[in-house]
């Protein structure tokens, strides 16, 4: 399995564009998870879904959409890059369940908006 | 929402033990307790989980007070491999909603 991938790995916006963060994973994963992590920083939650058709956001999800159409993937949406939304995104999913089951991470996306 | 509060930074030496501390006040009685690490440059990993029993698995130990209110990470020898940062996330009723902090940067010394 490939577990969570993320595309692409780095991007370079400038400030007013757009670009979609792509995170799918093929382990039939009910729960999944957008982080951004600024450098030196912990992990903070943007937006997360329970499954398809339903999200809701986190602690930080201004600046930013997600759609969950299908249980695979979870596109996160940058509609007017800003320079503070230069950071490291991390997508994750999760079987959850009775047995609270852990976050499988992706690799990331380093994103840079000059 | 849970919250959980650990300590910003931790030292050791290699081969040694580390206690990797986390209060966790207000978490329900249902959820789990889980860890994570980041290593340098890397996303987050898996590291252990439990709910009230003491767990052990091929990375670490776990251990949570008998109120759940804290739980103590323990590598048993630590190597410079094990330098990075370590999280036990908040967690809304049911892991629906799983929040990080800053977590432990831990720091082996040779």
């Known amino acids: 399995n490939a577990g969570v991938t993320q595309t692409p790995k780095f991007r370079i916006l400038k400030i007013g564009q757009s670009m979609t963060l792509q995170c799918t994973q093929d382990m039939n994963h009910n729960y999944m998870y957008w982080y951004r992590q600024d450098p030196g920083m912990g992990l903070k939650l943007i937006y997360y879904s329970v499954g398809a058709g339903i999200t809701d956001k986190g602690e930080v999800p201004n600046g930013y959409n997600v759609s969950r159409s299908t249980t695979e993937d979870f596109p996160l949406r940058l509609e007017l890059a800003a320079p503070s939304q230069t950071s490291v995104y991390f997508c994750?999913?999760?079987?959850?369940?009775?047995?609270?089951?852990?976050?499988?991470f992706g690799n990331g996306t380093r994103l840079t908006v000059t | 929402d849970a919250k959980t509060t650990q300590p910003n930074s931790m030292e050791s030496n290699e081969e040694e033990p580390v206690h990797l501390p986390c209060n966790h006040s207000t978490i329900s009685g249902t959820d789990y307790i889980h860890w994570y690490r980041q290593l340098p440059s890397q996303g987050p990993e898996y590291v252990i989980h439990g709910l009230t029993s003491n767990v052990n698995n091929r990375m670490a130990s776990l251990a949570i007070a008998e109120d759940r209110k804290s739980s103590t990470l323990i590598l048993h020898r630590a190597t410079l491999r094990d330098a990075a940062v370590y999280y036990c996330?908040?967690?809304?009723?049911?892991?629906?909603?799983?929040?990080f902090g800053i977590g432990t940067k831990l720091q082996v010394i040779p």
């Open positions: 994750a999913s999760s079987s959850q369940g009775v047995d609270n089951s852990p976050l499988h």
């Open positions: 996330p908040e967690n809304s009723g049911g892991y629906q909603k799983v929040t």
